[in-house]
C-alpha cells in the first residue's frame, strides 16, 4: 500500500524547513557568505528575528546603503497557489492603513534556487525594541510587571489597528446622495479620530523613505528596493469576497460610497505586537491568517475547513472557542478578535495567556478545554478592578456576550480615565 499524497506533500514541506534553517544557521555563523541578490541587490543577513511554519524572518542590511529591513522569508513549494496564499498578506498590509499597523515597504517573489516552488519576500520596517511578547519575557526575567497605564495604552492602541480592520469599507461608486452620508458617517468619525491624533506625515507612522509607481526607494536611490508585485494586477482574487466587492464597484450597487466588509486578524497576541522605537506605540504585524470575518457555515465540510485553517494559522492558547469546534448553521465574525484580544490583555498583565497555566502545561491539562470552558482566573496583583472586568468581558464564550471593537475601545478609556 503506498503512502497517501498528504505524506509526501508533509516530507517536502520538513526538506523546506530544513533548509531555511540550515540557512539561518549560516546566518549565525557564517555572516560573510549569509547574503541574498534579489533583482540586482544584494541583501546580507545579519541573523535570524523569527521563525514560523512556512516561513523565517531575517534582520537583512542593504549592501549598497546600508539600510536596514526585517526581511520576512516565505517559502512557497506549491508554486502558484502557495504565492497567492503569501500575497494575501501582502495585500492586507497595503489595505489596511493606519498608524498602529505595520506598513509594508516592498515585496518580492523569485524562483525557488533550491526547488521547483516560489520564494515571497516581504519588506518590512525594523523594530528595534521587539514586540510584545518581548517585553513580556524580559518582565519575568527581571521580575517585573508593566504599569498599568503603560499597559492600557499599548493595549488601546493595538485595539485601534484592530479597528481598521473590523471598519474597513470597501469602495463602491456613488449610489443614491440621500443614503451616503448616513452609510459612511461612522466610518468619517473614527477616521476624523485617527487623524487628529496621527496623520500620515506624523513621525511615529512607520513610513517608507520613497514611494514611487514602479516600487519604494531610499536614501535618495531612484533605483526601486525590488520591482513591486501587485497581487490586483494579475486580476487575482486576494480574499475571499473580494468578487462580490469588485461586482459592486462595477455595478455602481451597494450602499452608497462604500460597503462594511469586516476582516479578522485571527492570530492576535503579543507577538504579533511591535513596539515602535518611541517606545510607546504598538505596531499591529503578520496578517498571514487575515481574513473576511464573516463566514457562513452551512455544512460539515466548510465547518471542518474553517477548524482546519484555524489550526494551522491561529494560536492554540489566543484562539476563539468557536474555532475550536466550529459549529454548522452558525456564523463566525470579527468577536474571534475580540477573545484574542481579552487573551493579549490579560498575558500583558499576567505574562502568559489565560490558558497558559500549570494546570495546562504542567500537569497535562488541555488548552482546548480550559478555553472551550474559559477556565482562568486572576492570579493576584495590584491591577485595577477595571482593567481585570474589561478582560473578562473579552473572554466571554458566546461571541454574541462579547463587546465589539468600538465597545472594546470605549471601555478601554475608562480604564485609563480611572488611572488619571
Not at 549569509?34 to 546580507?44: E, L, M, S, V, Y
Not at 508554486?79 to 493606519?98: D, L, P, Q, T
Not at 460539515?300 to 494559522?313: G, V
Not at 477573545?339 to 504542567?362: D, R, V
Amino acid at each position: 500500500m503506498s503512502p497517501p499524497p498528504q505524506f509526501f506533500r508533509a516530507l517536502e514541506n520538513i526538506k523546506d524547513q530544513v533548509k531555511d534553517a540550515l540557512w539561518a544557521l549560516s546566518s549565525c555563523l557564517c555572516q560573510q557568505s549569509a547574503k541574498i541578490k534579489i533583482n540586482g541587490r544584494t541583501f546580507n543577513i545579519v541573523k535570524v528575528l523569527g521563525e514560523g511554519g512556512f516561513s523565517f524572518v531575517y534582520l537583512a542590511q542593504d549592501e549598497h546603503s546600508g539600510r536596514q529591513f526585517a526581511l520576512k522569508k516565505i517559502r512557497c513549494p506549491t508554486g502558484s497557489e502557495g504565492v497567492k496564499e503569501a500575497m494575501r498578506e501582502v495585500e492586507a498590509y497595503r489595505r489596511f492603513k493606519h498608524p498602529n499597523i505595520i506598513r509594508i515597504l516592498d515585496s518580492a517573489v523569485v524562483q525557488d534556487p533550491d526547488g521547483e516552488g516560489k520564494i515571497v519576500y516581504l519588506f518590512l520596517p525594523l523594530y528595534k525594541r521587539g514586540n510584545l511578547q518581548d517585553a513580556i519575557n524580559a518582565n519575568v526575567v527581571n521580575g517585573t510587571h508593566f504599569p498599568e497605564q503603560e499597559m492600557v495604552r499599548l493595549f488601546k492602541g493595538t485595539c485601534e489597528a484592530v479597528r481598521a480592520m473590523h471598519d474597513y469599507r470597501a469602495p463602491t461608486r456613488p449610489g443614491n446622495g440621500s443614503n451616503n452620508a448616513s452609510s459612511s458617517r461612522q466610518q468619517q468619525v473614527h477616521e476624523q479620530e485617527d487623524s487628529n491624533r496621527h496623520s500620515d506625515d506624523d513621525e511615529r507612522f512607520p513610513q517608507p523613505e520613497g514611494d514611487g509607481d514602479g516600487g519604494y526607494s531610499y536614501d535618495g536611490a531612484s533605483v526601486p528596493l525590488v520591482t513591486r508585485h501587485r497581487v490586483e494586477e494579475e486580476g487575482d482574487t486576494v480574499f475571499d469576497g473580494d468578487e462580490e466587492t469588485s461586482r459592486l464597484h462595477q455595478n455602481g450597487s451597494g450602499d452608497g460610497e462604500s460597503e462594511l466588509v469586516p476582516y479578522a486578524h485571527r492570530d492576535l497576541k503579543p507577538g504579533n505586537v511591535m513596539i515602535a522605537d518611541d517606545g510607546t506605540t504598538p505596531i499591529l504585524m503578520d496578517f498571514g491568517s487575515t481574513i473576511k470575518a464573516r463566514v457562513e457555515i452551512n455544512n460539515r465540510t466548510q465547518a471542518l475547513l474553517q477548524q482546519d485553517l484555524a489550526a494551522e494559522q491561529s494560536t492554540m492558547a489566543y484562539r476563539a472557542p468557536e474555532l475550536f469546534d466550529v459549529k454548522t448553521g452558525q456564523a463566525l465574525d470579527e468577536k474571534v478578535d475580540i477573545w484574542s484580544l481579552g487573551c493579549t490583555l490579560f498575558a500583558l498583565a499576567y505574562s502568559h495567556s489565560p490558558f497558559e497555566n500549570i494546570q495546562t502545561t504542567e500537569q497535562g491539562g488541555s488548552i482546548a478545554m480550559a478555553v472551550l470552558n474559559a477556565q482562568y482566573k486572576h492570579p493576584s496583583s495590584a491591577y485595577s478592578q477595571g482593567l481585570k472586568d474589561l478582560i473578562d468581558s473579552m473572554l466571554k464564550i458566546n461571541p454574541k456576550d462579547r463587546p465589539d471593537i468600538h465597545e472594546v475601545i470605549k471601555k478601554t478609556d475608562r480604564v485609563l480615565q480611572s488611572l488619571a
